[in-house]
C-alpha cells in the first residue's frame, strides 16, 4: 500500500472494515455512507448503465414474463414485491389497445398481472420492482 500527495493506493484489494465486527462507513459526513450489509445510502446516484443481478430467480427485482394466448393473467413469483412496491410493466408485443396491469399484490410471495380481455397470442412483458423508503404511498 502507498500514500502519496492525495492518493491511496493498493497493489491488490484495498480492504476497509473487513473483520467481523466492521461498523458503517461514511463519506463526507453521511452524504454517501455504505452499511455493514453493503447497502449504499446516498443522495443522488448518477451512472451510465444500471445492472440488476437476477440470478435468484424467487429474489428477483426484475424480469420477464408472459400473459399466454387466452389467458388474462399470469402470476410473478418474487420474494421482494410487497404491497408498497412500484411494478413497472413494459409490453414486448401489440397489446391490442389494452393496458396490462399489477392487480394483485401478495407480500413477499407475488404479484399478478392482467389484461381486461384474452388475447388470441401470448403478451411477453418485462417487469421492475422499485422500492422507496417512504411505505406511505
Known amino acids: 500500500m502507498s500514500i502519496t500527495g492525495d492518493s491511496l493506493s493498493s497493489l491488490g484489494t484495498l480492504y476497509l472494515q473487513n473483520g ?17 450489509k453493503g447497502n449504499i445510502i446516498a443522495q443522488k446516484v448518477t451512472t451510465k448503465q444500471l445492472e440488476i443481478d437476477n440470478t435468484d430467480i424467487l429474489s428477483a427485482s426484475l424480469g420477464s414474463g408472459k400473459i399466454p ?24 408485443a401489440s397489446t391490442s389497445g389494452q393496458t396490462p396491469y399489477v392487480k394483485a399484490i401478495s407480500g413477499e410471495v407475488s404479484f399478478t398481472v392482467s389484461l381486461d380481455k384474452p388475447l388470441t397470442y401470448d403478451l411477453p412483458f ?12
Open 126 to 137: 418485462d417487469w421492475w420492482i422499485v422500492d422507496s423508503t417512504n411505505k406511505t404511498n
Open 69 to 92: 394466448a387466452g389467458k388474462t393473467t399470469v402470476v410473478i413469483f418474487t420474494t421482494v414485491v410487497d404491497t408498497k412496491s412500484k411494478v413497472f410493466l413494459t409490453p414486448k
Open 20 to 36: 467481523p465486527l466492521a461498523g458503517n462507513i461514511d463519506f463526507f459526513n453521511n452524504l454517501i455512507t455504505i452499511d455493514n
